[in-house]
């Protein structure tokens, strides 16, 4: 009795998987911080067909510490156990030579010179929104991680940039415990509920304060803008530090196209210092897009009257204020009560909009988020265009 060869047609024996087989299922897999297929990124080194149907697959890692070469394998296994006639997947790991890892930098780029910012370029699709408060503790970091992964579960390109340097604290809040990885002189942001992150917290060491003055501060939120390979991203959010200093006139300069989301609570106090934050507008030039009221109430638990913990109104007056002051119409965007499960959410990394989306916060954080999105979207009216995306 014949058996059968590969390629014979003949009947018996399952045919041998082919190479093109082989690629076609390692181009469904992407580069777990690129989020790009490991084909189109040159990251597949050799692949090998065996007699009996063991395909061993040769791929390359850009950095020999490469976090991620766990989730690499296995995904490279998974996907190309799952060709017909394949009876064993063996991944092989390499590194990339220098020259590999600049040709990747430059096509990630796509041309653009390096230390560029890309949401900065005219014609730029990505919507930039610098959150911003006049005072520390009013939530503003809680808003911001919040409505980044609202927006992410309803299908836009989100990343976030902590640019409260001294304060940091989204990655915890977020849930994102992976660490930057370089390519030549290009950072690979981790990122976590479908957003990307990065701020200074990522590279010091345990809960170490961080020491700046205003160059030093500017130079890294320079970095971030530009080093980092944000891909193509529908929206960015800045977690500004409280007040107007250094990080608020650096983000004027660096990315003038970035609109201003003013976060306040309803107290009298904390409404005055926001409005003179959000007042910054005025001398940067810059849009201020609405205001959001955190800590607007709670909801009794017993009968589930609003107690005004902090008083009433201050969303609206801040509001009221920046349009006398800007002479433009700003907004409150939305009103968010205060509620354990949102402060919860932030200490453990499960942003309340994902894990209790029809709470009280929730739900109003969502709404928030679904009218940003709605903007990123052209449901102004607003015409975008047929201008690609950043490419960075």
Request: proline content about 7%.
């Amino acid at each position: 009795m014949a058996t059968d060869t590969y390629g014979s047609g003949t009947q018996g024996l399952p045919e041998t998987p082919g190479e093109d087989a082989i690629r076609a299922a390692l181009a469904t897999v992407n580069d777990p911080e690129i989020h790009k297929p490991i084909t189109d990124l040159g990251m597949v080194k050799s692949i090998g067909v065996e007699a009996d149907g063991t395909v061993r697959v040769g791929v390359y890692l850009t950095v020999s510490g490469c976090p991620l070469r766990e989730t690499i394998t296995r995904q490279v296994g998974d996907a190309v156990a799952k060709v017909p006639g394949v009876t064993g997947v063996e991944v092989e790991l390499d590194v990339m030579s220098d020259e590999q890892r600049r040709e990747l930098a430059a096509s990630l780029r796509g041309g653009q010179a390096e230390r560029e910012i890309p949401f900065a370029r005219p014609g730029s699709l990505t919507r930039v929104y610098a959150v911003a408060s006049g005072k520390g503790g009013v939530g503003k970091s809680s808003v911001t991680v919040n409505l980044a992964a609202a927006m992410a579960a309803d299908g836009l390109k989100v990343g976030v940039v902590d640019a409260d340097i001294y304060g940091h604290s989204v990655p915890r809040m977020l849930g994102v415990e992976g660490r930057p990885t370089q390519v030549e002189n290009m950072i690979m942001p981790p990122s976590a509920n479908g957003v990307k992150v990065i701020s200074i917290g990522m590279f010091t060491p345990g809960n170490a304060p961080v020491v700046w003055r205003g160059p030093m501060l500017h130079r890294a939120l320079q970095q971030f803008l530009a080093d980092v390979y944000w891909g193509d991203l529908d929206v960015l959010l800045l977690d500004l530090p409280p007040g107007t200093g250094d990080i608020a006139i650096s983000v004027a300069q660096l990315v003038p196209n970035a609109e201003i989301l003013v976060v306040t609570t309803p107290q009298q106090a904390a409404a005055e210092v926001a409005e003179r934050a959000g007042t910054i507008a005025v001398q940067t030039h810059q849009k201020i897009v609405g205001v959001i009221e955190n800590m607007s109430g709670m909801p009794c638990p017993h009968c589930g009257e609003m107690v005004d913990v902090f008083g009433t109104g201050g969303g609206q007056r801040v509001a009221e204020g920046l349009t006398k002051v800007t002479g433009a119409n700003v907004p409150v965007l939305g009103s968010i009560p205060i509620d354990v499960r949102l402060r919860e959410g932030g200490d453990d990394g499960r942003p309340v909009v994902l894990t209790d989306p029809g709470s009280p916060a929730g739900a109003a954080l969502r709404t928030v988020a679904g009218k940003l999105g709605g903007r990123q979207r052209g449901l102004s009216g607003m015409s975008l265009g047929l201008t690609p995306r950043n490419k960075f």
